[in-house]
């Protein structure tokens, strides 16, 4: 990931002003610590911090047509530049970057040419000519961006909001999906997907057809001239893209540079973590190099602070979460990886989160991961991105390519619907599509193919393809949320809590522990501005707050954990393991019949 400032109409151009603008500049260093550049045009800026993951030698920025008149600052990646490059080959380009495709696109095109990107992309774009300007985001939000107005009449734009906070009256998350013209003096929104509206879709699955579509995502993802590797938390998300990774490694360009073993990563405590252990069994079963990064309960309290000040919320969702993704970055770049692949975005287009159990019928259910997507650059988004940038390692999430979010999202929510009596779990289209019995993408139990219907609950917590959702912040070890909430309970009063309301009147905090994290905010980002850019309101396990209403008791223990979804967490399922034992049994072979009953002995 790399860093971007542009500043447009500033009344004041002198040396000084440009002597600040390379000062916010570096505030996102860390994004991108490979090079620094600057293109100054009267009253107009355009700054970049470089990380260097394609054309590491030639590919600085900003980035210029043949005559630079049409410059670009880029944060992202654009997987079809070598396809857009064949539509431009009347075009002279200068380097090998997959960025450089945006300005000779704009020369041909106009502003029209952003729907043509296949990327995760945040950039700017001057048209010297006319001193006309654009700024887009990518569909989903993968990439940050913040917008913001001076007193002057000055228009910043920047990847994070520290670098603009201080000189801007006002600012905001830019939303993803949209473009900003100076030509129309507006924001308008460029992506409008067939599931925007959130009608009911009734496309039937097809588990070949979503498979070969993550595959497809997966792969172009491979693209990169500097070291990788994939975050494996043991989960099925993390595990399917690591096993896709692994078993097209061969076939990319990376393997030429890099070798054919795909790297692996993981963070937990050492004592309860239940990704340690899945996800060292899962990079056994796919032969990966991998590697396990160990952190303590105290070492995540003291990075509390740095996290706040790089992720720029006080969600304790997404603290809880980045923290020990914030560590593990550290560990990664250390070993010299520039590169992850990662698994955001499932739970949110699959329904993978357990509060989905609850949902009262297919209509919430599809509209509701609706709506979860469509936060997505508030939440996960956000906190892939700039955990990992904090240290200047990429994150890519093949989950949100565009093509499958639109194949996934067409599916009739009645195949995603969670249904116990019918052996579905959670993200069950997503565990059948690679459930293969000629080709396992990953491990089996007993020789037992681990979504045949009648055995998925019975195998539930022996396998890898069935295993339960956990979220991140759970799976790094159950103590680790535990702590966070004592370690606040010692700084946060009564007192203190009861008089929230007055001290922070919006987006009150609930809890000691938001009201702790909401201190720390404050101390960097005090503009009502700043606050204003997290959003807010009840969750019980990662919900919106209209799934609350799924269920009467949420509404007394609001907790983002996915513990707290109750009933649902683990035993939510042990009877209807009972209930389906008999029935099951009964109709088995007697072989399938002893390993099972083994399977269950164990579990």
Known sequence: MCGILAVFGCVDNSQAKRSRIIELSRRLRHRGPDWSGLHCHQDCYLAHQRLAIMDPASGDQPLYNEDKTVVVTVNGEIYNHKQLREKLKSHQFRTGSDCEVLAHLYEEYGEEFVDMLDGMFSFVLLDTRDKSFIACRDAIGITPLYMGWGLDGSVWFASEMKALSDDCERFMSFPPGHIYSSKSGGLRRWFNPPWFPEQVPSTPYDPLVLREAFEKAVVKRLMTDVPFGVLLSGGLDSSIVAAVASRYMVESEAACQWGSQLHTFCIGLKVGS???????????????????????????????????????TYDVTTIRASTPMFLMSRKIKSLGVKMVLSGEGSDEIFGGYLYFHKAPNKEEFHQ????????????????????????????????????????????????????????????????????????????????????????????????????????????????????????????????????????????????????????????????????????????????????????????????????????????????????????????????????????????
């Not at 032969?287 to 509390?304: K, N, P, S, W």
């Open 274 to 312: 239940p990704d340690l252990k899945a996800a060292r069994e899962v990079a056994d079963y796919l032969g990966t190099r991998h590697h396990e990064f160990y952190f303590t309960v105290q070492e995540g309290i003291d990075a509390l602070e740095e996290v706040i000040y790089h992720v720029e």
């Open 368 to 603: 509701e991961t609706c709506q979860k997507i469509k936060a997505l650059h508030l939440y996960d988004c956000l906190r892939a991105n700039k955990s990992t940038s904090a240290w200047g390692v990429e994150a890519r999430v093949p989950f949100l390519d565009k093509e499958f979010i639109n194949i996934a999202m067409s599916i009739d929510p009645e195949w995603k619907m969670i249904r116990p009596d019918l052996g579905r779990i959670e993200k069950w289209v997503l565990r059948n599509a690679f459930d293969d019995d000629q080709k396992p993408y990953l491990p089996k139990v007993c020789g037992i193919p681990t979504l045949c219907t009648g055995l998925s609950i019975l195998l539930l917590i022996s396998s890898y393809m069935v295993e339960q959702k956990e979220q991140f912040s759970d799976g790094v070890g159950y103590s680790w949320i535990d702590g966070l909430k004592d370690h606040a309970n010692e700084h946060v009063t009564d007192s203190m809590l009861s008089h929230a309301s007055f001290v922070y009147p919006e987006n009150t905090p609930a809890t000691k522990e938001a009201y702790y994290y909401r201190t720390i905010f404050e101390k960097f980002f005090p503009k009502n501005a700043a606050r204003s850019t997290v959003p807010g309101g009840p969750s019980v396990a990662c919900s919106t707050a209209k799934a609350v209403e799924w269920d009467a008791s949420w509404a007394k223990n609001p907790d983002p954990s996915g513990r707290a979804a109750l009933g649902v967490h683990a035993a939510a399922y042990e009877e209807a393991v009972e209930a389906k034992n008999a029935s099951v049994m009964n109709g088995l072979p007697e072989k399938i019949q002893g390993a099972a009953e083994k399977t269950a002995t164990v579990a």
